[in-house]
DNA sequence: ACTCATTGTTCGTTTTTCCGATCACTGTGT
DNA sequence: ACACAGTGATCGGAAAAACGAACAATGAGT
């Protein structure tokens, strides 16, 4: 296919349409001259006369009749596509206003709203970083993303950000030496590799769970990171025990470098609710980014250094 | 519309239907980079971004996937209309074989193969002119043009060529001189000005039709052309009775310019018949030149000049 | 028959697109 | 942890397309 088949198509489309090649230009907002030249090379391309011509008119060949027939619909379709495209992207405009946990933006909540930030180059964004609880009938908030789902009227919920399992991992050198944790409190006698959020000003708690619900226990640590990997290391270099997301842990458990303790007693990292009004008038920003958080998928392995 | 936004549709589509750049390129014959810079051009015309991409993969904004979903089927109708179209073009081909009488050639059969060839490249033609009676079933002849339909078996006919009214027209002062003829005989003892095929050695004989059908009578010519407008011409300055197309004879009619004479009496022009045998495989040549035979609109005051 | 408005076409110049080579970044495998 | 294969992006030069101006041809109106 030549360099600009599609492009030529609509260009002859609009010529069988409108019966004649300077009326086909105004419409196409090009010169007479760039028609006349685009069909001459489309029909060199395809070794067919779509038209006849003479100096005063012009006409479709029968061949000219059946591939106007085939593609006249489609090319409509093509232009619905672009006003559609077009109206979708006025509409969704303004600014969005959400409020969050702090620990919401590294972890996910960043890199979901430059995704959205792109998608949406019309919107204007605002993020409270906030852990209180928000009145989203009288504070202008959007959405608002908590651990919980708010109790409130008319107010819904979606999960939001990823679901990852965790688990506690050490060398087996350091087992032998130290023991082996049987239960969760036990942690506390032990030395811990601990993982830091931002320049190390908040920990990530250690989170479990049994018959009567869910807890966390707060080592303190003997070393700390903000990056996963770094706590894998030292956790492999026999210095403690390290509470990583399974997933990046898992092949260094496959390898016999790490052992994984207290797996049954773990919970997973409970996902985010995003709390929203459901509203009869919803804006198209709101709907959008509901719509961005419904379908996305978390890469794995989410780096939340 | 920028330039080319129906080709950037062609790119997006692969692009998300191929799931990156380079396969999409690929798929399209251009370079990786001809992909991604005409991509960016696209989402920058049409302030919106389609895809979200990192350095090493791609995928479709919400955005992107509704403008894809509307797409896709109308880049594929167009991708099958240019098969088809390569198809029909591959499959006419080889000889089309007429046989006409010489009279048809100038008359409109010129015009119409004309027209045939710029339609279908790929086909020769072979036009045998002969009054003869001719045996399609042995002679080799996909098609004849007859004044008349061939009766024969399995032979269809079709009419071909332009219905024309004739008319025989007068300055009034050569009919005040010379009298107005009342009989269609009466034209041998009047100044004629004939229609003469080619370089003059044919003259079109005036047709005439009463109770019991239709007879010609062929005059002895004062003056002769092969231009209709110059036959016109002449016979306004007085210079004997002309036999002429009625369309183009109109116009001096009304102004008085002219009188037509024995209106009653003149048979329009018959249609030629186009016969041809109705093979269950019928070749792709003959049904194309068939269709074109159905379908054409000959142009009004066909000029036999 | 003649004039004129309008058509499609041509061609030299300008503008835009395409491309090869290279780069920065990332995910996979070891 | 590191190396490497493969990704999308960049940029200067080459190639192609678009354009303005002018041309030849034609049909309508007088």
Redesign the pocket.
């Known amino acids: 296919m030549?360099?600009?088949s599609f492009?030529d198509i609509r260009v002859f489309v609009e010529?069988a349409r409108r019966?004649?090649?300077?009326?086909a230009?105004e419409h196409l907002?090009?010169?007479?001259?760039?028609?006349?030249?685009?069909?001459?090379?489309f029909e060199d391309q395809l070794g067919v006369r779509l038209f006849e011509?003479?100096?005063?008119?012009?006409a479709l060949t029968p061949i000219g009749e059946q591939f106007y027939a085939r593609s006249l619909p489609a090319v409509s379709d093509i232009e619905g596509a672009l006003s559609a495209l077009d109206e979708e992207k006025d509409e969704v405009s303004g600014t969005l206003r959400l409020s969050a946990p702090y620990s919401a933006g590294p972890f996910f909540l960043d890199d979901l709203l430059a995704r959205f930030a792109i998608a949406y180059p019309s919107v204007a964004i605002e993020v409270i970083y906030d852990d209180r609880k928000v009145d989203l009938l009288t504070s202008g908030i959007d959405a608002a993303i908590r651990s919980q789902t708010l109790m409130a009227p008319d107010t819904h919920a979606v999960p939001v950000g990823p679901e990852l399992k965790m688990a506690i991992v050490a060398a087996r050198g350091y087992l032998d030496t130290r023991g082996t944790p049987q239960h969760p409190h036990d942690v506390l006698d032990h030395d811990t590799i601990c993982y830091a959020f931002g320049r190390g000003d908040r920990l990530a708690p250690w989170g479990f769970t049994r018959a009567n619900g869910a807890f966390v226990v707060q080592p303190k640590p003997r070393l700390i990171a903000n990056d996963m990997?770094?706590l894998l290391?030292y956790a492999a270099q026999g210095l403690g025990l390290a509470y990583v997301y399974a997933e990046i842990a898992a092949?260094y458990i496959a390898k016999n470098d790490l052992v994984e303790v207290l797996g049954s007693h773990l919970a997973p990292m409970p996902r985010y609710s995003l709390n929203y009004q459901s509203k009869r008038h919803m804006t198209r920003r709101l709907r959008a980014f509901l719509d961005l958080v419904k379908n996305v998928s978390y890469?794995s392995?989410t780096n939340v250094s």
Chains 1, 2 share one sequence.
């Open positions: 030549s360099r600009n492009g010529v019966g004649g090649f300077r009326a230009a907002q090009q010169a007479p001259a760039t028609v006349s030249e685009a069909i001459q090379r011509r003479s100096t005063r008119s012009v990997r770094s290391h092949p890469s392995g």
